[in-house]
């Protein structure tokens, strides 16, 4: 009943969002939260939520208005595979020789054997050109062959449209269609229209569309598109919520809490100094005390956050509008999870 109750506070909170609730004030100190939403004016944030035992704590900006999610996509697949794992469509051993896969470029034996989980947790060994990949991606890539399957984590656009590509393969769904009739759809998310299309680098790279999701297409470099979105933040507090409620939404086990739990553990340690990670189309904070769940994020172009705090309740939304001229870096995103630890109480 409780989870209940909290899912529709949350809807009825993302939908009106007039003021913060009363019980923020209790849970965040106001005068810090001011330091926030004026850090927020001066980098130039277009929107930021905090979500606090399911009612919006903090709000700023336009947070009905969707923005391109960009790599936050990653996490968006995630709740897909959750749910076709547990209905024994997906198998994650399965190598890329077993599912038939290949690319234009051509894969060896060695990269044919990564299993399918692997692609998940960004550690298949395979280095060929991939869709969207961008400048910091090709400078951080190792060569081909460097790696076996398994051996090495690179955060590698392959793996990720690949995985999207082997989904729809599987289960007969576009990525896109199936995340906004069996995720979008249950968790109420309001500021969709449904409209999808597609894109092809060449062709008609100069005309983005206009649309909830399309598919963008780089024929030349791999046959595997990746998978775009537009969402608010009100729109991607809901999914963190979902997660924060290990997969529930009004009574109803969207994705099972067991692969939440097991995609939010930290496969690939990527920070020591700040207990970094990655998991499976998760970033992860792994817990410093025993017992304890770990948080877990997903950047975007470095601006976009998406992420959940499970000890502490929460679920934070920053955005920016990357289709426009924009003066917020990846170095200022990080002084704001500062400022949300700092101003609660």
């Not at 930021?48 to 709000?59: N, Q």
């Not at 960009?70 to 599912?99: C, F, P, Q, W």
């Not at 896109?176 to 008609?204: C, H, W, Y």
């Not at 970094?276 to 005390?289: K, T």
Request: zero cysteines.
């Amino acid at each position: 009943m409780r989870l209940l109750l909290l899912t529709l506070t949350l809807t009825l909170s993302l939908t009106t969002l007039a003021a913060e609730p009363a019980a923020a004030a209790d849970a965040f100190d106001p005068q810090k939260l001011q330091i926030l939403r004026t850090y927020l004016q001066e980098h130039g944030s277009s929107s930021m939520l905090i979500v606090h035992k399911g009612e919006v704590a903090f709000s700023y900006g336009d947070v009905h208005k969707p923005h391109l999610i960009h790599s936050v996509r990653k996490a968006l697949l995630n709740s897909l595979y959750g749910m076709y794992v547990a209905k024994g469509v997906i198998d994650l051993d399965k190598t890329l020789a077993e599912l038939n896969i290949d690319d234009v470029h051509g894969l060896s034996e060695t990269e044919k054997s990564a299993t399918l989980r692997q692609l998940l947790q960004s550690r298949s060994g395979v280095y060929h050109p991939a869709t969207a990949e961008s400048a910091w991606m090709k400078q951080q890539k190792p060569p081909r062959g460097s790696h076996k399957p398994g051996e090495f984590h690179y955060y590698n656009n392959w793996d990720f449209n690949a995985a999207g590509a082997i989904f729809t393969r599987l289960t007969g769904k576009g990525v896109l269609e199936a995340f906004f009739s069996e995720i979008a759809e249950p968790i109420g998310m309001q500021d969709l229209s449904g409209k999808l299309s597609r894109t092809q680098v060449g062709v008609n790279d100069d005309e983005i569309p206009q649309v909830d999701g399309f598919y963008q297409f780089e024929p030349a470099k791999s046959q595997f598109p990746a998978y775009h979105m537009r969402l608010s933040a009100a729109d991607l507090a809901r999914y963190g919520q979902l997660y924060l409620q290990n997969g529930q939404w009004n009574g109803q086990q969207l994705v099972p809490a067991e692969w939440i739990r097991q995609s939010t553990q930290m496969i690939s340690e990527t920070n020591p100094r700040f207990n970094l990670g990655y998991g499976m189309l998760w970033a992860v904070v792994q817990a410093r005390e025993a017992g304890k769940r770990n948080s877990f994020y997903h950047t975007g172009v470095g601006v976009h956050f998406l992420a959940v705090y499970p000890e502490d309740d929460m679920v934070v939304v920053h955005r920016v509008n990357t289709e426009q001229d924009y003066s917020f870096t990846p170095n200022d995103l990080y002084p704001i999870i500062g400022m949300v630890f700092a101003a609660k109480n």
